[in-house]
């Protein structure tokens, strides 16, 4: 049934937001509207995609974070550091130093969130020929694809493959070491940095899991800016990080487009971009792609290079990894790399907990949770359509004149919101009525600009 | 509720552009996901033998809380032999037609498995009449 409980990352500063609607454009649920000149979002919808905060002028989109402060009120602070991290970095900045420059800040320990891919490559392929009556296997990677199928595309729910993201994995790892050091969880402050808002909202409220093993969430960019700086600085010209795992070219290039369907026993396709993902999504519910395996969706062009929150150009980030990736080649034949043995030593426990349960679809687009009152609706919905301009200019404070009409019939809009509506009834009535109503989307204050007063 | 979409023979770009209209209207009413999925499948592959088989065609949508009938017409060759036809593999498509990824003579098959009913009537020069029935007997 509908879940409400959904925590959303993406937040609308209103002192900042000018009400222009590039956002509500480009939003691909429709969850954005102007009103009162500001944009609001409807959580039902939201998907913590980012679309909005890439296109929005006056960055008045942002992502909420946690307290960086709040991090000191454990005595174990990890730093879960995605390998997009390092690849902000120029190529001549060793990963060692970044660390360092990491545990400066406060952090006691810094993991890569990658190190349970080793894992998930053989339990993906299992799960695969496990559950050869679901065709194609979506993978449950990118938070925002997983939400994106729960509110658009109810009916793939059940592709979803139900396993953890490498981070989840990771994480849960990490934990189970450290307790076995003799901490106790409340005393373990596990931050992800992150590339985006949608595992914000993932670790925050997990889909298919009661709880995540994660405590709270850093802004890649902000923590991006403290490193940077100190690199630049040459504040840590000594390196505190002892020789430690490195994580192999298949962990570090997982993030990337491709990254996981490359190790898939199988026909598999991989996907970046939202768009891109919501035309493939409409093949896979038409049943014409069921002879692949395994899809790769990802929200965001580049992937996880291009996160919303990731520091540099995407193409930067994504060539960068890739060639560290060369390099861990080059080092591993002058016998210069350390394995990790703290997730193979736990392989056992890690596939006891790498399931997650089914995932279920959300009401996103349903008009009424009553069919037939729902039939009138789409009824009344047509009619409205029909009867508008069909030109999808905005003005009226929702994405399209589709979009209006549903407001209108959902008791959320009026048909005087509509401009063209307003200027065919101005012909014969008094405006003030009409003024109001504008009034009500657009704010007083543009509308006196126009006046001239 | 009745709607209509047009369909034209021969142009795979826009193939499945009808079934994705319909597809958003049944999402917006509360259906079991499993039964949108079914309508999804059988609807398409009617609207890709209109795109693949013929010259012309009108998805037509008719619908209410216990049933969903789509009957997709089209002005074409029609079959000839629909038995024939309705057999896995059997395909008349030409080789540029399979190079597009259709014609792997599922359709119709898939069609059957899908629909609750399925009525095909059709006439040699003149065109075919596939009409699928779906029963929404939601709980
Ligand atoms: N609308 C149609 N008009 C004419 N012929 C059709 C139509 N639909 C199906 N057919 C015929 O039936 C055959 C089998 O259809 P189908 O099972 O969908 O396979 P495919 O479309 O892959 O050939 C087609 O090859 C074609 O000869
Ligand atoms: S592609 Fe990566 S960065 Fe983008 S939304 Fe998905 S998980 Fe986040
Ligand atoms: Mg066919």
Redesign the pocket.
């Known amino acids: 049934m509908a879940d409400h409980t959904f925590h959303h990352a993406l937040k609308i500063l209103e002192e900042v937001c000018i009400g222009c609607t590039h956002c509500m454009q480009a939003c691909p649920t429709e969850a954005l509207r102007v009103r009162n000149g500001k944009a609001v979002l409807n959580k039902n919808k939201c998907v913590d995609c980012g679309e909005c905060m890439r296109v929005c002028p006056v960055n008045a989109i942002t992502v909420e974070q946690d307290d960086f402060e709040d991090i000191f009120k454990f005595k174990v602070r990890i730093a879960l550091v995605p390998s997009v991290f390092i690849g902000q970095f120029a190529r001549n900045i060793p990963t060692r130093k970044i660390y360092s420059s990491i545990l400066e800040q406060g952090f006691t320990h810094v993991y890569e969130a990658e190190h349970g891919v080793n894992i998930l490559i053989n339990a993906v392929n299992s799960y695969l020929d496990n559950r050869k009556e679901i065709r194609p296997v979506i993978s449950s990677f990118c938070p925002a694809i997983v939400r994106m199928i729960q509110v658009r595309f109810p009916n793939l729910a059940e592709n979803i493959m139900l396993l953890k993201a490498p981070l989840d994995i990771a994480a849960l790892s990490y934990r189970k070491v450290l307790n076995e050091r003799g901490y106790n969880d409340d005393e373990i402050g596990i931050y992800y940095i992150t590339p985006c808002a949608a595992k914000i909202a993932a670790v925050k409220s997990p889909v298919g899991e009661l709880s995540s093993a994660i405590t709270g969430v850093i802004r890649l960019d902000s923590l991006y800016n403290k490193v940077y700086s100190s690199i630049k600085k040459e504040v840590n010209s000594s390196c505190i990080v002892p020789e430690k795992e490195q994580l192999k070219p298949r962990e570090m290039t997982w993030s990337l487009t491709g990254g996981e369907s490359r190790f898939i026993n199988g026909r598999s396709l991989a996907i970046d971009g939202i768009n891109n993902a919501i035309e493939f999504l409409e093949k896979i519910e038409n049943g014409s792609i069921s002879n692949f395996d395994f899809i790769e969706l990802r929200a965001c062009d580049e992937s996880c290079a291009g996160g919303i929150l990731s520091a540099n150009n995407r193409f930067l980030v994504s060539e960068r990894l890739k060639e560290r990736a060369k390099q861990y080649k080059l080092d591993k034949k002058e016998g210069k790399i350390i394995n990790n043995k703290t997730i193979r030593q736990n392989t056992e426990y890690l596939l006891d907990h790498i399931s997650i349960d089914e995932v279920k679809a959300r009401s996103g687009l349903m008009l009424d949770e009553d069919m037939n009152a729902a039939l009138k609706k789409m009824e009344k919905i047509r009619q409205f359509t029909n009867y508008l301009p069909g030109i999808d200019c905005a003005a009226c404070g929702a994405p399209s004149c589709k979009t209006l009409a549903e407001d209108i019939v959902q008791g959320n809009a009026k048909t005087l919101d509509c401009i063209f509506v307003q200027y065919a009834i101005n012909r014969q009535e008094s405006s003030e009525k009409m003024n109001d109503q504008m009034e009500k989307i657009w704010g007083t204050e543009k509308l006196n600009k126009l006046a001239g007063s | 509720m009745h709607a209509q979409y047009e369909i034209q023979g021969g142009d795979f770009t826009k193939a499945g552009l009808a079934s994705s209209e319909v597809k958003k209207m049944l999402k917006q009413l509360n259906l079991d996901p499993k039964i949108i999925k079914r309508i999804a499948v059988a609807m398409y592959?009617?609207e890709?033998?209109?795109v693949?088989?013929?010259y012309h065609?009108i998805m037509d949508i008719e619908l209410n809380t216990e049933k969903i009938i789509i009957k997709?017409q089209?002005t074409?060759?029609?079959?000839?032999d629909i038995d024939?036809?309705?057999?896995?593999g059997?395909?008349?498509?030409s080789k540029e037609?399979r190079e597009m990824g259709?014609?792997?003579?599922?359709?119709?098959?898939?069609?059957k498995k899908n629909a609750d009913e399925l009525i095909l009537n059709?006439k040699i020069n003149k065109?075919?009449e596939?009409k699928l029935v779906f029963y929404l007997n939601h709980q």
């Open positions: 592959e009617a890709v033998n209109v693949a088989h013929a065609g997709v089209d074409g060759p029609g079959i000839a024939k036809a309705m057999e896995e059997f395909s008349t498509a037609v259709f014609g792997a003579g599922m359709g119709l098959p898939n069609i059709s065109g075919t596939v």
